[in-house]
């Protein structure tokens, strides 16, 4: 079965996904992250934020791994999107944290 997702992600970017799945469970699987509610989770002084103005970042640092985030314009934190161990699919961390370099 396909499973035709449309995301908009602000006012002039959207993606549009076709998942190609055996079962509606596993396509529904493939597609969580873009079916998940983007409301930043970052807890600031007790109370959690709730932005829901969201943008998408992609990153490869040195080449090596894929990092991809979606950042709070609102407070600046960032979730990062996570795979499972079997490469199933992909699951947003629900980690909404702030980066601080270390010193
Ligand atoms: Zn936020």
């Known amino acids: 079965m396909k499973l035709t997702i449309t995301k908009k992600i602000n006012a002039t970017t959207k993606i549009d996904a076709v ?8 396509a529904l699987l493939q597609a969580g992250p873009l079916l998940a509610q983007d409301v930043c989770g970052h807890v600031i002084n007790g109370s959690t934020c ?4 969201i943008y998408l970042e992609a ?21 990062t999107l996570g795979t499972y161990e079997d490469g199933s699919g992909n699951f947003w961390r629900n980690k909404w944290e702030i980066y601080t370099p270390e010193k």
């Not at 998942?19 to 596993?26: P, Q």
């Not at 709730?50 to 103005?53: A, F, I, L, R």
């Not at 979606?70 to 407070?75: G, P, Q, T, V």
Request: charged residues 40%; contains cysteine.
């Open 59 to 79: 990153s490869k640092p040195q080449g090596k791994y894929t990092y991809i985030k979606r950042c709070c314009k609102k407070c600046g934190a960032k979730d």
């Open 50 to 53: 709730g932005s829901t103005d």
């Open 19 to 26: 998942i190609d799945a055996e079962h509606l469970d596993d």
